[in-house]
Protein backbone atom coordinates (compact mmCIF):
# COMPACT_ATOMS: atom_id res chain seq x y z
CA UNK A 1 0.00 0.00 0.00
CA UNK A 2 1.01 3.62 -0.85
CA UNK A 3 2.61 5.36 2.40
CA UNK A 4 1.69 2.67 4.72
CA UNK A 5 4.64 0.24 6.30
CA UNK A 6 3.12 -2.91 7.72
CA UNK A 7 5.97 -4.44 10.13
CA UNK A 8 6.21 -7.63 11.36
CA UNK A 9 8.49 -7.33 14.92
CA UNK A 10 9.26 -10.63 15.24
CA UNK A 11 7.64 -14.49 13.96
CA UNK A 12 9.23 -15.44 17.61
CA UNK A 13 6.84 -13.63 18.91
CA UNK A 14 4.01 -16.18 17.57
CA UNK A 15 5.88 -18.89 19.51
CA UNK A 16 5.62 -17.02 22.57
CA UNK A 17 1.58 -16.80 22.01
CA UNK A 18 1.74 -20.40 21.44
CA UNK A 19 3.50 -20.96 24.73
CA UNK A 20 1.54 -18.46 26.89
CA UNK A 21 -1.72 -20.33 25.18
CA UNK A 22 -0.49 -23.34 26.82
CA UNK A 23 0.18 -22.13 30.55
CA UNK A 24 -3.35 -20.60 30.63
CA UNK A 25 -4.74 -23.67 29.44
CA UNK A 26 -2.45 -25.45 32.12
CA UNK A 27 -3.64 -22.87 35.00
CA UNK A 28 -7.51 -23.02 33.52
CA UNK A 29 -7.25 -27.25 33.87
CA UNK A 30 -5.58 -26.57 37.68
CA UNK A 31 -8.34 -23.95 38.60
CA UNK A 32 -10.90 -26.48 37.78
CA UNK A 33 -9.44 -29.61 39.67
CA UNK A 34 -8.80 -27.52 42.53
CA UNK A 35 -12.49 -26.36 42.45
CA UNK A 36 -13.37 -29.94 42.24
CA UNK A 37 -11.71 -31.64 45.01
CA UNK A 38 -11.83 -28.42 47.67
CA UNK A 39 -14.38 -26.10 46.98
CA UNK A 40 -17.12 -28.60 45.99
CA UNK A 41 -16.75 -31.16 49.08
CA UNK A 42 -20.02 -32.34 50.41
CA UNK A 43 -18.07 -34.60 53.14
CA UNK A 44 -17.84 -31.39 55.89
CA UNK A 45 -22.15 -31.48 55.43
CA UNK A 46 -22.33 -35.48 56.04
CA UNK A 47 -21.26 -35.33 59.78
CA UNK A 48 -24.18 -37.06 61.11
CA UNK A 49 -27.43 -38.06 59.62
CA UNK A 50 -29.30 -35.55 61.40
CA UNK A 51 -27.03 -32.51 60.29
CA UNK A 52 -29.01 -30.07 59.34
CA UNK A 53 -26.04 -28.62 56.21
CA UNK A 54 -26.53 -32.02 54.65
CA UNK A 55 -28.60 -30.90 51.46
CA UNK A 56 -25.47 -28.35 51.27
CA UNK A 57 -23.42 -31.21 50.72
CA UNK A 58 -25.80 -32.14 47.84
CA UNK A 59 -25.88 -29.06 46.74
CA UNK A 60 -21.83 -28.98 46.29
CA UNK A 61 -21.72 -32.29 44.45
CA UNK A 62 -23.76 -30.94 42.00
CA UNK A 63 -21.57 -27.16 41.55
CA UNK A 64 -18.75 -29.73 40.94
CA UNK A 65 -20.05 -31.47 38.42
CA UNK A 66 -21.34 -28.41 36.73
CA UNK A 67 -17.30 -27.35 37.70
CA UNK A 68 -16.29 -30.28 35.95
CA UNK A 69 -18.41 -29.59 32.44
CA UNK A 70 -17.70 -26.10 32.53
CA UNK A 71 -13.78 -27.38 32.06
CA UNK A 72 -14.16 -29.54 30.07
CA UNK A 73 -16.14 -27.29 27.55
CA UNK A 74 -13.83 -24.98 28.26
CA UNK A 75 -10.83 -27.11 27.79
CA UNK A 76 -12.35 -27.91 24.28
CA UNK A 77 -12.58 -24.73 22.70
CA UNK A 78 -9.66 -23.78 24.35
CA UNK A 79 -7.61 -26.38 22.11
CA UNK A 80 -9.56 -25.45 18.95
CA UNK A 81 -8.02 -21.63 19.85
CA UNK A 82 -4.83 -23.31 20.02
CA UNK A 83 -4.86 -25.09 16.94
CA UNK A 84 -6.13 -22.05 14.91
CA UNK A 85 -3.46 -19.66 16.39
CA UNK A 86 -1.08 -22.58 15.56
CA UNK A 87 -2.36 -23.32 11.48
CA UNK A 88 -2.21 -19.14 11.43
CA UNK A 89 0.75 -19.15 12.31
CA UNK A 90 2.26 -21.60 9.85
CA UNK A 91 0.33 -20.24 7.02
CA UNK A 92 1.80 -16.57 7.69
CA UNK A 93 5.48 -18.44 8.05
CA UNK A 94 4.81 -19.88 4.32
CA UNK A 95 3.46 -17.12 2.65
CA UNK A 96 6.18 -15.45 4.24
CA UNK A 97 8.61 -17.92 3.00
CA UNK A 98 6.94 -18.34 -0.51
CA UNK A 99 7.37 -14.49 -0.98
CA UNK A 100 11.32 -14.41 -0.26
CA UNK A 101 11.51 -17.28 -2.28
CA UNK A 102 9.78 -15.44 -5.10
CA UNK A 103 11.58 -12.74 -4.81
CA UNK A 104 15.51 -12.22 -6.03
CA UNK A 105 16.22 -9.16 -4.06
CA UNK A 106 14.78 -10.66 -0.35
CA UNK A 107 15.78 -14.06 -1.30
CA UNK A 108 19.94 -13.06 -1.59
CA UNK A 109 19.06 -11.08 1.62
CA UNK A 110 17.90 -13.91 3.67
Known amino acids: MTGTTIEVAAWAELDQLAAAMGEVGDEMARTTAYAVAWMCRPDGFDTSPVCLLRPLG ?53
Not at 81 to 95: I, P, V
Request: net charge negative; charged share 40%; glycine share 8%.
Open 58 to 110: EVLERIGAAFEEAGRTWRDDWLREQEATSTAARDLRQGDERVRDRSVVLGRVA
